[in-house]
């Protein structure tokens, strides 16, 4: 009987000991291909693990929308909040409600304003910008042969992935070997393939002249890549480059459209979001960045990520 009853209690001990946390997510953007991934790779990793459920909110690309969403979820008392940020200047004020609260916060993707004054129980992570646009503008800049006119399209300016990504293109292009590249435009598209097709239309439509397309996102190359192809434009005159490697951009390059593109792990970055929100919502120490690596996409090595994204 006494046997028994131990095993009873060491298995009712096993049984509580697995850590039940409910997590609230909100996400920038649903209607974005590559945040789609993203949500999907958080939602997917939290059905493996028990006891953890995602509450996962639309933002609509609305600051006062995710701010409410951020209240809300401390009203419920989740045991974690995670932030894919609307406006990344706009962090501060979320990082303090949440500290007040007692409640950690990781922001996932896109790098807070506050990166490096996070309080405590907050990280980010994501993937270090510096290497999306800085692979994307060297292989434009070996494929023209370190020679040719560019034009530049930009993700929302109030983003910091946008802006870093746009450093990025003018840094290499300051560079001996790529020296020879000439920016002639450089706008903003919103990371949308509707406003890069209608930029891409414009340009041409005042004869502008150019041999290359670098953009912040996939998105807004293959909106470019549109335009084009209905201007009657051969691919094969003009390189194109964009960063995420979406299934639609890895489709466009399997087309022979799209030239270059970054692998950016979404999905690792949704798992990686969810354990650091997880470790601490128990106390553990998690790094205050964690960094997802960027890797190049070029037609010679695509079937890899054709099978891994």
């Not at 060491?10 to 953007?29: K, P, T, Y």
């Not at 490096?116 to 980010?124: D, G, M």
């Not at 020296?179 to 406003?195: D, F, M």
Request: aromatic share 4%.
């Amino acid at each position: 009987m006494k046997k028994l009853l131990m095993t009873v209690a060491v298995s009712a001990l096993m049984s509580s000991s697995a850590f039940a946390a409910n997590i609230g997510v909100s996400m920038a953007l649903f209607d974005d291909n590559f945040l789609t991934v993203l949500r999907n790779g958080m939602q997917d990793y939290a059905k493996t693990l028990d006891g953890v459920t995602l509450q996962v909110e639309d933002a609509q690309n609305d600051v006062a929308k995710q701010q409410s969403q951020i209240q809300n979820f401390i009203a419920s008392k989740v045991d974690a909040i995670i932030v894919n940020p609307v406006d990344t200047d706009a962090t501060a004020a979320m990082s303090k409600i949440a500290a007040e609260a007692g409640i950690p916060l990781v922001y996932v993707n896109r790098e807070p304003v506050n990166v490096n004054e996070l309080p405590e129980k907050q990280a980010f992570v994501a993937s270090n910008e510096v290497e999306s646009g800085t692979l994307e503008t060297k292989e434009v800049c070996r494929l023209l042969k370190g020679k040719g006119k560019i034009v530049v399209m930009m993700g929302e300016l109030s983003n910091q992935a946008a802006r870093q990504r746009t450093k990025d293109i003018h840094d290499v292009i300051a560079t001996d070997e790529c020296k020879g590249l000439e920016i002639v435009e450089e706008q903003t598209a919103n990371w949308s393939r509707t406003q890069g097709a209608d930029l891409m239309t414009n340009w041409l439509s005042a004869g502008l002249e150019f041999d290359a397309v670098v953009s912040n996102n996939d998105e807004m190359a293959i909106g470019a890549i549109q335009a084009l192809k209905a201007a009657g434009r051969s691919m094969d005159s003009v390189v194109v480059g964009g960063v995420d490697a979406t299934q639609d951009a890895l489709a466009a390059m399997s087309a022979g459209d799209l030239d270059v593109t970054v692998f950016q792990n979404a999905a690792g970055q949704g798992q990686g979001a969810v354990d650091a929100a997880l470790k601490l919502s128990k106390g553990e120490k998690v790094e205050s960045k964690v960094y997802v690596p960027f890797e190049l996409v070029t037609p010679e090595n695509l079937s890899k990520y054709q099978k891994s994204n």
